[in-house]
Structures are given as C-alpha cells and as structure tokens.
C-alpha cells in the first residue's frame, strides 16, 4: 500500500486525476470501476477538464460503478446513474452502452446482482478500481458486518450512512434503506485499487483501514491484503496517522 499525502481537497483530485489519465493512456480500452459520492467529484472534473484539452481519450473506456440505491431510477437526481452521468460521463466521449451501473429499480434484486458479477466478469475484470471510504470504513456499500461479502449483493444501509448521505435528499426519509453494491471480492479483484480521503471525518476509518486489524467491521481494511493499492489523502483525513508516530516513513508526500 502506498500513501500519497495531498495538501488539501483540489491536490489530491489533482493526484488522483493524473492516475487515472496514465491508466486510460495505457491502456485506451482499460475498464475503470468507478465511484460516486463527494469525494471524487474533483477528480471527475479534472478529467473532463483533460479531455476538453485533447489530453484524454475516453472513446474505448468501458466502466463499472460501484453502488446503486435501491429503488431509485437511474432519473432520479441523487441515483448514481445520474450522478455518473451528469459528473462524468456527459462530458467526455465515453460511450454510455459501455458504462455499467446496477439496476436500482430491478424487480428481482437478488438477479440483478448475479448479473453484474457476470458484467464485470464479461467485461474482463476491473483495471482500476476507484474507491472513497465512508467514516464508519465502508467501500462501495459494504458496510461494517461480521463477514466480507464477496459478490454482489443487496445490503441494509447503515443508520450512519443513511444519515450521511441525507445532505444529498430533502430529508432523512428520503434516503433509501437498501442498495445494490459490489462485494468485497469485487473490489479485491481488481488489479490496481486507488482509495481517496479527504476531510478529517474520514481520519479514524482511514487509520484503522491502513493500519489496524483486518476486519469486516472495517471493510477497507480488507485492501492491506490487496498487492496494488494507491491511497491519496489530504492532511485532514491523514491526520490520525500522522499522530500515530512510527507510520510517517510511509507517507510519500510531494
Ligand atoms: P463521500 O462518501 O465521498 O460522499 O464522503 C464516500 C463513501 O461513502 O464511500
């Protein structure tokens, strides 16, 4: 695992933009997994702001998301089909038949997510996976519980979470109790992993992802054991490593 230290917001969607680009110039048809939220947003712009310069070619990317609400059309303006669309996708030349989101509104949920594990599989598995860490340590929407789930699946939000993302609905009751997310065994599977935290809201889940036990009641944690992980994180979300001395010598900062 390796850290990059980011000055603030803007630095590390710069850093993490710039990764992304050298994947997509490496490899034009690299199939990104993708991540929704706040925490990307930056970087999205930023590569919208490279391909407006000529700088990036999304013709041939293919992607798979994360996460889906339940219940939530890909319309509805806090799903994160919308989201990837209106943050993304509209603004570069990626051809939407080749961006994967699951089916919020799939009648049989349970189906739903077989079949995303098979898209990823058919797509040939993912070369980045972007991630954003919630502040209780969940990626994707795999929230803390007693196992890794390792595909697809259909999980309980958090009280925590749903909480958190009621900044994005007009209320609280608003936010839907279930969504569809990749399993652990997903994300695991990719080949490279790049985890972005900004905000010392996130501090705590990042210190215990990085350095504590590894336990699915913090789901990051799981990324120790993954061979090819790039964390960018600003002062704010590293603060808590930075305290805990002895960790220093692993933070590349630039
Ligand atoms: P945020 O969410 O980017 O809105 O902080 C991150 C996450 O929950 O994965």
């Not at 933009?17 to 939220?37: E, F, H, M, R, Y």
């Not at 030349?93 to 739903?112: M, Q, Y």
């Not at 501090?203 to 350095?211: I, T």
Request: proline share 4%.
């Amino acid at each position: 695992m390796k850290i990059y230290a980011a000055k603030d917001y803007n630095d590390m969607s710069r850093k993490a933009a710039n990764i992304i680009s050298a994947q997509i110039l490496l490899k034009p048809d690299a199939v990104l997994g993708l991540a929704t939220g706040s925490t990307p947003v930056g970087a999205y712009r930023q590569l919208i702001e490279k391909h407006e310069a000529g700088d990036l070619d999304f013709s041939r990317i293919h992607s798979v998301n994360l996460d889906e609400y339940k219940g939530l059309s890909g319309d509805h303006d806090q799903s994160y089909r919308y989201f990837m669309n209106h943050n993304l996708f509209d603004h570069v030349n990626i051809d939407k038949a080749n961006t994967n989101v699951p089916n919020g509104l799939a009648e049989d949920p349970e189906a739903e997510c077989k079949r995303y594990n098979h898209v990823i599989e058919e797509e040939g598995g993912i070369d980045l996976q972007l991630l954003g860490i919630g502040n209780n340590g969940h990626i994707g929407f795999n929230e803390p519980c007693d196992v890794f789930e390792k595909g697809t699946h259909v999980v309980t939000l958090t009280e925590e979470t749903r909480q958190s993302n009621a900044r994005f609905f007009t209320s609280i009751d608003e936010v839907p109790t279930h969504a569809l997310t990749m399993g652990v065994g997903n994300i695991m599977s990719a080949k490279k992993v790049l985890l972005l935290a900004s905000g010392e809201g996130k501090a705590k889940a990042l210190y215990e992802s990085c350095f504590g036990p590894v336990t699915p009641q913090v789901p990051a944690s799981v990324l120790q054991l993954h061979s090819d992980v790039v964390v960018i994180a600003d002062e704010a979300a590293l603060s808590l490593i930075r305290k805990n001395t002895g960790w220093e010598d692993m933070i590349y900062d630039n």
